[in-house]
């Protein structure tokens, strides 16, 4: 196809590449919210409620702390533990390891890192499943979940798990949440702070460079994050350029000399790179 073979071209041609990340690329890579998933995990979550996909069940109103872990612990685990770093991930590794690039994503499933990217090259702006923070944000640390997740996992019975595993702040005593963010209690800890640093040192130092602003699978619930920005840098900044692989692409005309988009399945088109 000439649009991956050019493609190919703009990444080997860059001096840097900044990735944006959106929940379309997990979904190519094999995360299922929905479905099988779904279904033989939280059938439950259907039956009691009607809820057809992991998304929508996870703003349901538990009535009790119990039952809301028993839900959100299988939940973590299917997406943020169970697996390694799914091939697609692998292969998108295998593209950029050697270039100067750095990762901007909205996802929270830590495959990026599973998958061999530099820590120090990515911002996950929106949180990680893998993290804690107290749920009224009294302080801004996050910590590792992993162990109590995988006790929560192994002790629930009827879909709960037991109230000595309800996760409590250690400074507060109010009940810890997940590092996501849905409001404005999101705890930005200091890796997070260090890593938005990082992120805009990265655009500064590279601004007059061939830089290529590569978006993937990103969609439009939260566009001002990476799409918006993405075009924004692309247009003004000398030598950028915008690239989009998605199934929904919609570029501005002032971006057209300035722009690849690519309506496709994201994964075949990663598979093609070089």
């Not at 590449?17 to 995360?31: Q, Y």
Request: with cysteine; glycine share 8%; proline share 3%.
């Amino acid at each position: 196809m000439e649009k991956i073979k050019r493609l190919n071209e703009l990444i080997s041609d860059a001096e840097a590449v900044v990735v944006g990340a959106g929940a379309g690329l997990s979904s190519a890579a094999g995360f299922e919210y929905g479905g099988n998933t779904f279904f033989e995990n939280f059938g439950y979550m259907h039956e009691l409620y009607g809820y057809n996909d992991m998304y929508s069940a996870g703003f349901h109103t538990f009535e009790t702390s119990e039952e809301k872990w028993g839900f959100w612990s299988i939940f973590i685990y299917l997406n943020r533990y169970k697996y390694g770093a799914k091939p697609l991930y692998a292969k998108l590794y295998s593209v950029l390891k050697d270039k100067n690039y750095f990762v901007l994503t909205t996802n929270v499933d830590h495959q990026f890192q599973l998958a061999g990217f530099d820590k120090k090259r990515l911002f996950y702006t929106q949180g990680d499943y893998g993290l804690f923070q107290c749920s009224a944000a009294c302080h801004d640390k996050t910590y590792d979940n992993k162990d109590v997740i995988m006790q929560m996992v192994a002790e629930q019975r009827e879909h709960k798990i037991p109230s000595s595993l309800v996760p409590k702040c250690p400074v507060c005593g109010e009940e810890m949440e997940v590092n996501l963010r849905k409001d404005e209690l999101f705890v930005e800890d200091r890796g997070w702070k260090i890593a938005s640093d990082r992120y805009s040192d990265f655009i500064s130092e590279n601004r007059d460079k061939r830089i290529l602003f590569l978006e993937l699978g990103v969609g439009y619930n939260t566009p001002g994050i990476i799409k918006y920005p993405f075009m924004q840098m692309a247009y003004s900044f000398p030598q950028g350029f915008y690239a989009c692989v998605n199934m929904e692409n919609h570029v501005p005309k002032e971006l057209a000399e300035k722009s690849l988009t690519i309506d496709g399945d994201l994964a075949e088109v990663i598979f093609s790179l070089k």
